[in-house]
């Protein structure tokens, strides 16, 4: 089975219940479900993940959501590759091509990534 992807607050969550011996799945469970009164900011948190995201997660384990620096640096990663010809494709041309796309893609939504189409 897949292993859902998860915020890392989510994770943070989770490993911080299950250090506590107490803290079995059914337990977790039972912290994201409450309602009303004061609900501690582990069910807030847990809350913020559908119902059977959590429940997978639980039961296959989980991924966790990459950060927004982890997202550039992969991003720069395979645009480095493509312009040192280190790429996938079976041409300087194509890895070419492949830079070009991945620098539209990022000035048509507004990304800075440096060492891409930032300085």
Do not use: C, W
Not at 33 to 57: D, E, K, Y
Request: proline share 3%.
């Amino acid at each position: 089975m897949n292993k859902p992807t998860i915020p890392n607050e989510v994770a943070d969550v989770i490993e911080a219940m299950r250090v506590d011996p107490q803290y079995d799945n059914s337990r977790i469970v039972s912290v994201a479900l409450r309602t009303g009164g004061a609900v501690s900011h582990a069910t807030t948190v847990l809350q913020t993940i559908s119902f059977n995201a959590l429940l997978s997660a639980l039961v296959n384990g989980y991924e966790r959501e990459m950060t927004e620096e982890q997202k550039h640096s992969r991003i720069l990663r395979v645009y480095t590759d493509h312009t040192d010809g280190v790429g996938d494709f079976s041409s300087k041309n194509e890895d070419a091509i492949y830079a070009v796309g991945i620098k539209f893609t990022l000035d048509t939504l507004g990304i800075q990534i440096e060492g891409v189409n930032a300085q």
